[in-house]
């Protein structure tokens, strides 16, 4: 499978999130490429400016939007 686009990986954020617990970026990452079985390549590959990988920064753009929306919150700094 390939990396998944942010709009893709939307759904399983939330639903993943729905539990209304504090998630890392981290944890979400993890588990959300667990949930699209990307390999171990696909969750090292980068961007070209190489300063972060291409399946976090899907995660970080979906994150974004629902910020945007108000459906989820950032409750630490970092």
């Known amino acids: 499978m ?4 942010f709009q893709t990986c939307m759904l399983p954020f939330l639903e993943f999130v729905s539990d209304k617990k504090e998630h890392s970026v981290r944890e979400t ?3 959300l490429s667990n ?3 990307l ?3 696909e969750k ?6 190489g300063q972060q990988a291409v399946f976090s920064n899907r995660i970080g753009w979906a994150r974004t939007y629902f910020g945007k929306a108000g ?5 630490k700094w970092g």
């Not at 090292?44 to 400016?49: C, D, T, Y």
Request: glycine share 4%; aromatic share 8%; hydrophobic share 25%.
């Open 44 to 49: 090292k590959e980068m961007l070209p400016s």
């Open 29 to 31: 990452t993890e588990y």
């Open 71 to 75: 459906l989820i919150e950032g409750t």
């Open 35 to 37: 949930q699209f079985n």
């Open 39 to 41: 390999t171990d390549e």
């Open 2 to 5: 390939s990396i998944p686009d």
